[in-house]
């Protein structure tokens, strides 16, 4: 049929008084393209784990001084590594294409006498925000400005 | 474990809040120039030389605010709280609530201790 | 009218080891709902086929099952949305009591713990000036009422639960409904429970465990969005327990 879900999932408070068959997850639940975005969302967090690592690791060879940084910086040439970016590239866009089509409705209906502004327009504005910061730091990584 | 979690779970949620909202803003860019435009070729890699790198990274405003470390230790420590908290989530998800205390504290441990050497890291630049 | 197969889970406790699939050939009208397919099998070809059901009309929730691995309202179904063949199972994460008859009580407790009332701090004559003067009932204005009326239209249908990942494997998750619910007292104006539903929020049944799935939003009849009333309430959470922190509160 499908997975069992776990034993004691929504299990009553005291036991009733025929025996009951143990709680089944949905059937559809790998297949369903809406759980399998749900659990990739899930996955990118191991992806998020190892780009803070290889980030980490890149700052302290700046620390260390030029030869460890050319190191460092050469390495990324290699095919592992710029397979691994590309991963972490689709991964942050997916991530933010979902968590901003959550978000706006998240928000606390007021917070003191403050409300926040309509859902639509957060959500817009978390993509303007986006493109903006995403397009200073390349720009100033790249050395197209400063 | 699991009750230290629930004492523990609301700031972790705005560490995991921050980390997928800025973590995710600041690493798009990162990304596409570090990992993928400089090692392609499509930018000169003296973008990133060792000096301009270090410059960038040291850079501060008015000569006070420190905003290139700011951004850095931001970038390199909140989406380790993402990571930490969705590898918990992604691990539930397969069915494994009995351990989550274990598991949620060895997660959030590893983003812990990364946060600290980042911070660490960024500080001795 | 066109002829379908509809799979039924049978469970007979004192005839079954387990759960076992029943096909009956159903002769299904064009307007018909996946309820009347079921109700056509229970009265015409097999009555001892249990499920629950009532008021036909997507108010009373009682109706919730499995259509082909998506939980729904049999009555707010249509059967034309589905091909030849139709597997109806009870619903997803709940113990099953008999067939398509799902074991409740495990929901009810979770509902009950999350003081789905307005809680007033003290009852007392002093109180009875905040009364309003000409009516004698709490005064409510159009705009505090649009801050929760979404999240009071649940029938408590559980097909949230049924859908959430959390529910399945987390035992004592508190679930969408119930926050959703008490989400609503909390937001409510002529409500000071906050503190006390706040406690029960950051407990052992966390709101923090939602992992934002959204699918009790999707899977729900009523849109009543808990998935929004979840998260809103983890904020609300938040800021509870950083007040606790400042001013930690006296007593239970």
Not at chain 2, 78 to 84: E, N, S, V
Not at chain 3, 43 to 52: A, F, I, K, T, W
Request: proline letters at 7%.
């Amino acid at each position: 049929m499908s997975r069992p879900a776990h034993p004691h999932a929504m299990a009553p408070h005291k036991p009733g008084r025929t025996r009951t068959a143990p709680p089944q997850m949905p059937s559809t639940w790998w297949s369903a393209p809406r759980i399998r975005n749900y659990l990739l969302f899930d996955a990118t967090g191991i992806v998020y784990y190892l780009i803070s690592f290889l980030a980490i690791g890149m700052i302290q060879a700046l620390g260390r001084g030029p030869e460890a940084w050319n190191a460092v910086m050469a390495r990324m040439q290699h095919p592992a590594y710029i397979a691994f970016h590309v991963l972490c590239f689709v991964s942050v866009v997916f991530v933010a294409i979902r968590f901003f089509s959550l978000f706006p409705k998240a928000q606390p209906k007021a917070i003191g006498p403050l409300k926040p502004p309509p859902g639509n327009v957060i959500h817009a504005a978390l993509y303007v925000v986006w493109f903006a910061i995403t397009a200073g730091m390349t720009a100033l990584l790249a050395g197209w400005i400063f | 474990m699991r009750a230290f979690l629930l004492k523990i779970e609301p700031l972790i949620w705005l560490l995991f809040g921050q980390g997928i909202l800025i973590g995710t803003m600041l690493l798009t860019g990162w990304i596409l120039v570090v990992g993928l435009l400089i090692p392609l070729g499509m930018v000169d890699a003296s973008a990133l030389s060792y000096d301009r790198a270090h410059a960038l990274a040291t850079a501060s405003l008015f000569g006070v605010v420190p905003v290139g470390k700011l951004v850095l230790a931001a970038l390199l420590v909140l989406p380790l709280w993402k990571g930490a908290h969705h590898v918990r989530s992604l691990h539930v998800d397969f069915g494994g609530a009995e351990r989550d205390g274990v598991v949620g504290v060895i997660l959030y441990g590893i983003a812990l201790v990364g946060s600290v050497v980042g911070i660490g890291a960024v500080v001795g630049l | 009218m066109a002829e379908k197969t509809i799979v039924i889970t049978r469970f007979d406790p004192d005839k079954d080891q387990a759960p076992r699939k029943q096909e009956f050939k159903v002769p299904c009208e064009p307007d018909w709902k996946v309820l009347d397919a079921v109700n056509f099998i229970k009265d015409e070809l097999d009555g001892s086929v249990s499920h629950r059901w009532s008021c036909r009309m997507a108010v009373c929730g009682s109706c919730g099952m499995m259509v082909n691995g998506e939980p729904k309202l049999t009555c707010k179904t249509s059967i034309n949305d589905y091909g030849d063949r139709i597997d109806i199972e009870p619903l997803a994460n709940f113990p099953v009591v008999r067939d398509l008859v799902v074991e409740l009580d495990g929901f009810m407790h979770k509902f009950e713990s999350v003081k789905p009332w307005i809680v007033r701090a003290k009852e007392k004559a002093a109180d009875q000036a905040a009364l309003h003067p000409s009516k004698g009932t709490y005064s409510q204005s159009a705009e505090e009422l649009a801050t929760f009326k979404q999240f009071s239209m649940c029938i408590n249908c559980m097909l949230c639960y049924a859908a959430c990942p959390v529910v399945a494997n987390e035992p004592e998750f508190l679930g969408p409904a119930a926050i959703a619910l008490g989400h609503r007292y909390n937001m409510d104006s002529r409500d000071e429970g906050n503190a006390e539903r706040n406690a029960i929020f950051r407990g052992e049944g966390t709101v923090f465990s939602c992992s934002y799935a959204n699918e009790c939003s999707e899977v729900c009849p009523k849109n009543v969005d808990p998935a929004a009333a979840v998260n809103q309430a983890k904020f609300e959470a938040v800021i509870d327990w950083a007040k606790n922190l400042v001013l930690p509160r006296g007593g239970a």
